[in-house]
């Protein structure tokens, strides 16, 4: 009698460890997962930020030319060169 109580116990106990074990993977897995979406996300920005880091980059290589400067002062701030006259059309 005593050595069916002793298997039983012990079958009990590997199907506890088994159920144990199968819940820890389970929760790791999705744990895997979750980091991999979050991965996947953030190597997203990073490839958002390297395109804006190149489009600015270049912004700024223009504007160590002169010809970026001028183009600048025409666009942003409205100046002309010297001797050019400005034309206003009004009737709009």
Same mark, same amino acid.
């Given at each position: 009698? =005593?050595?069916? =109580?002793?298997?039983?116990? *012990? #079958?009990?106990?590997?199907?506890?460890? !088994? $159920?144990?074990? %199968?819940? *820890?993977? !389970?929760?790791?897995?999705?744990?895997? %997962?979750? #980091?991999?979406? @979050?991965?996947?996300?953030?190597?997203?920005? &990073?490839?958002? %930020?390297?395109?804006?880091?190149? =489009?600015? @980059?270049?912004? &700024?290589?223009?504007? +160590?030319?002169?010809?970026? $400067?001028?183009? !600048?002062? =025409?666009? #942003?701030?409205?100046?002309?060169? #010297?001797?050019?006259?400005?034309?206003?059309? $009004? +009737?709009?």
């Amino acid at each position: 009698m =005593r050595f069916k =109580r002793s298997s039983l116990l *012990t #079958k009990l106990l590997i199907l506890v460890l !088994v $159920v144990y074990a %199968t819940v *820890t993977l !389970v929760s790791l897995q999705s744990q895997v %997962t979750e #980091k991999e979406a @979050q991965a996947e996300a953030l190597q997203s920005t &990073i490839d958002a %930020t390297e395109q804006e880091n190149l =489009r600015l @980059q270049q912004a &700024i290589n223009a504007l +160590g030319t002169d010809e970026g $400067v001028e183009a !600048v002062a =025409r666009q #942003k701030l409205g100046l002309v060169a #010297k001797g050019e006259i400005i034309f206003y059309d $009004v +009737g709009n």
